[in-house]
């Protein structure tokens, strides 16, 4: 059972899942049987050495009806959506730009499904841990992202940045971890799924350089990497020793599989409470 709340008090949405109450374990080590390398599932792209495979535990479901109902003035509705993963064949290093390209293509398929609104990608990126972005796709718009005319003025400053051929990398300016890094077009506005193959060629590896920066800088430590669309898109590096769930990341969306009906009937049972 999944499903999408909105709180009427505070108006921050929130997923729930009840097959999700365990996470999926991290990625194993080189050293242990690869989940990917060994995957033998259902494909639903290949690209070259790219696969795009539903996730084994999905976020939310492709069947069921989007549309929202009012219950004691909040929102509920069925979590239709996607929840896929897209990795290359082999521990063989891939650059981003090419992992990039197949995501564009799938993030442009997906929006032709019209009960999809929203749109996130993430990945962690980890010593010896295989590259696999995780893409979500939900029912309901995620906030604008309208970093274009900042990026210009950070520009103009020539603090905090790096510039790579079509692509500028900004320290950011509020950083909700240390060395937080966005990377994104150099110009324009235009948004993933329209932007020009040599575009997402350029960010994609300023990405593999910045990250390769900030490994050796910062030990090795993992880095999420998170694909926010706007005017322009961008990805943004967040150095991380622990973190929340993927769909959060990518959605702004906390999961969990909790129902708070479910809690109400354990709270209420005083025997189980006080276990």
């Keep these: 059972?999944?499903?999408?709340?909105?709180?009427?008090?505070?108006?921050?949405?929130?997923?729930?899942?009840?097959?999700?109450?365990?996470?999926?374990?991290?990625?194993?080590?080189?050293?242990?049987?690869?989940?990917?390398?060994?995957?033998?599932?259902?494909?639903?792209?290949h690209v070259d050495t790219v696969?795009?495979?539903?996730?084994?535990?999905?976020?939310?479901?492709?069947?069921?009806?989007?549309?929202?109902?009012?219950?004691?003035?909040?929102?509920?509705?069925?979590?239709?959506?996607?929840?896929?993963?897209l990795f290359a064949q082999g521990h063989a290093p891939v650059g981003e730009a090419v992992l990039l390209a197949v995501l564009a293509a799938r993030w442009t398929d997906l929006q032709g499904d019209q009960r999809l609104r929203g749109f996130g990608a993430t990945r962690r990126d980890a010593p010896g841990a295989h590259?696999?972005?995780?893409?979500?796709?939900?029912?309901?718009?995620?906030?604008?992202?309208?970093?274009?005319?900042?990026?210009?003025?950070?520009?103009?400053?020539?603090?905090?940045?790096?510039?790579?051929?079509?692509?500028?990398?900004?320290?950011?300016?509020?950083?909700?971890?240390?060395?937080?890094?966005?990377?994104?077009?150099?110009?324009?506005?235009?948004?993933?799924?329209?932007?020009?193959?040599?575009?997402?060629?350029?960010?994609?590896?300023?990405?593999?350089?910045?990250r390769e920066r900030l490994s050796l800088a910062l030990r090795h430590a993992p880095i999420d990497l998170v694909l926010v669309d706007g005017e322009p898109w961008r990805i943004e590096l967040l150095p991380r020793l622990a973190g929340p769930a993927p769909v959060e990341v990518a959605t702004g969306l906390p999961i969990h599989g909790v129902f708070p009906e479910a809690a109400a009937e354990y709270l209420r049972d005083g025997r189980r409470a006080t276990r």
């Design 1 to 45: 059972m999944r499903e999408l709340r909105t709180c009427p008090v505070t108006g921050r949405g929130v997923l729930l899942n009840d097959g999700w109450v365990d996470l999926p374990p991290p990625v194993p080590a080189p050293t242990e049987r690869c989940w990917y390398c060994a995957y033998a599932g259902p494909v639903i792209a």
């Design 131 to 210: 590259a696999v972005w995780q893409l979500f796709a939900v029912p309901t718009e995620l906030p604008p992202s309208l970093p274009a005319g900042w990026r210009d003025a950070e520009r103009a400053h020539g603090e905090r940045i790096l510039e790579d051929a079509g692509a500028t990398t900004l320290l950011a300016w509020a950083p909700r971890v240390p060395f937080e890094t966005w990377v994104l077009p150099a110009h324009g506005i235009a948004r993933f799924s329209r932007t020009d193959p040599e575009l997402v060629a350029a960010v994609g590896a300023a990405v593999d350089r910045v």
């Design 51 to 85: 696969r795009v495979v539903p996730h084994p535990v999905p976020a939310l479901g492709i069947e069921g009806d989007p549309r929202p109902t009012v219950v004691a003035g909040g929102v509920r509705r069925q979590a239709v959506g996607a929840h896929e993963l």
